[in-house]
């Protein structure tokens, strides 16, 4: 009963939160301050945060509980936060992260970077033998994937959010779907094939396609055709989960806030996060005020700088990292760092 309640609770909490959301933008909209434009961020912080699946692991918890103040996260010398995004399956009761990818935002800039970490990864889990990366999560959640992450790819980790594939689906049918070019292969492909489970949804052709929730997850799983750009298997996976991001990106920064705030109220409830509410409300003004339009992405490990043997210490088909320069290279990417740059930070860098 106190669980229903509470549901009910939170359903009556939203709605005010969305129409004192909405009054807040209207105003601010008439008013066109900066001051008052501060006001709806920190409106729409508050809001975002309450929707959210809020699950703040022990260790993020701990250094908000000794921050003085929730300013204290953010460092003017260093204004990059590092967000781990992944997606989680459910196999005959086992959960899977079958897609893991950085985002890093620049709170004062507002640029948005994304980098893939590629599955197969061999690495360090901490506690456990090494494995492949997607096998972190199995053996001890989310903050043994973060941990895992931390110790190999030498990055901290702000926080992070994922969404089981389900909802995946649903956050893109939110938002109207997502427009991908396809080769006539990948529709051939997607047509014929059972990556996207609803059959009724395999009507996919060459050129220019509006996918559908289901439609677009079954893109993002293909791994034996060529992308359009001619990359393949795992490769080519990542390039397309990237591509869908991009395109949920490009089509909320085209909406009126007032459709971007409904679309955020029902697709966030999907989302498991740890963020903070006052880093909701530093990410919004930088993204709202910079007018950044666009979204760079990369993948790690980079071309050139990794060996795939069919077998490495018991582990089929691992991908063997030249660490130190696939290192450098995310961080040349993330910071903007020149490569003594880079070097400096790897040779300084501490889990702590």
């Not at 009910?8 to 939203?14: E, I, S, V």
């Not at 948005?112 to 360090?124: A, F, G, N, Q, W």
């Not at 529709?187 to 996919?204: G, M």
């Amino acid at each position: 009963m106190n669980g229903k309640k509470a549901k009910r609770r939170k359903r009556r909490l939203r709605k005010i939160g969305m129409v004192l959301l909405i009054i807040g933008v209207i105003c601010g909209g008439i008013v066109g301050t900066k001051a008052g434009r501060k006001i709806i961020y920190k409106l729409a912080a508050h809001h975002i945060h309450n929707v959210l699946n809020n699950e703040a692991t022990q260790k993020k918890q701990g250094k908000m509980d000794n921050a003085n103040t929730g300013e204290d996260i953010f460092d003017d010398k260093e204004p990059i936060l590092n967000y781990l995004i992944f997606g989680i399956e459910e196999i005959a009761g086992d959960r899977n992260t079958d897609s893991m990818l950085i985002a890093s935002v620049n709170w004062k800039e507002g640029n948005i970077k994304i980098t893939s970490l590629m599955r197969d990864t061999y690495v360090e889990i901490p506690g456990y033998r090494s494995n492949k990366l997607n096998a972190a999560y199995a053996d001890g959640g989310t903050q043994k994937l973060i941990d895992t992450v931390e110790q190999n790819y030498k990055i901290h980790i702000n926080g992070y959010a994922y969404v089981n594939f389900e909802n995946f689906e649903k956050v893109i049918d939110l938002v109207g779907g997502v427009p991908i070019d396809l080769t006539k292969e990948e529709a051939y492909y997607l047509d014929t094939k059972n990556y996207i489970s609803e059959h009724k949804n395999r009507t996919v052709s060459e050129g220019r396609n509006l996918l559908n929730g289901n439609q677009a997850l079954g893109y993002c799983r293909i791994r034996h055709v060529n992308t359009i750009t001619n990359t393949h298997d795992d490769y080519g996976r990542t390039e397309r989960q990237r591509r869908v991001l991009s395109a949920i990106f490009d089509k909320c920064k085209d909406k009126n806030p007032i459709d971007l705030i409904s679309i955020m109220d029902k697709s966030l409830e999907y989302v498991n996060t740890d963020v903070s509410e006052k880093e909701i409300e530093y990410i919004l003004e930088a993204l709202v005020e910079k007018h950044q339009d666009k979204m760079e992405s990369y993948r790690i490990p980079v071309d050139g700088l990794f060996q795939d043997p069919r077998r490495y210490e018991g582990i089929t088909y691992p991908l063997i990292l030249d660490w130190n320069q696939n290192i450098l290279k995310l961080y040349q990417f993330i910071y903007g760092d020149t490569l003594e740059e880079a070097q400096k930070r790897l040779s300084t860098w501490s889990e702590k």
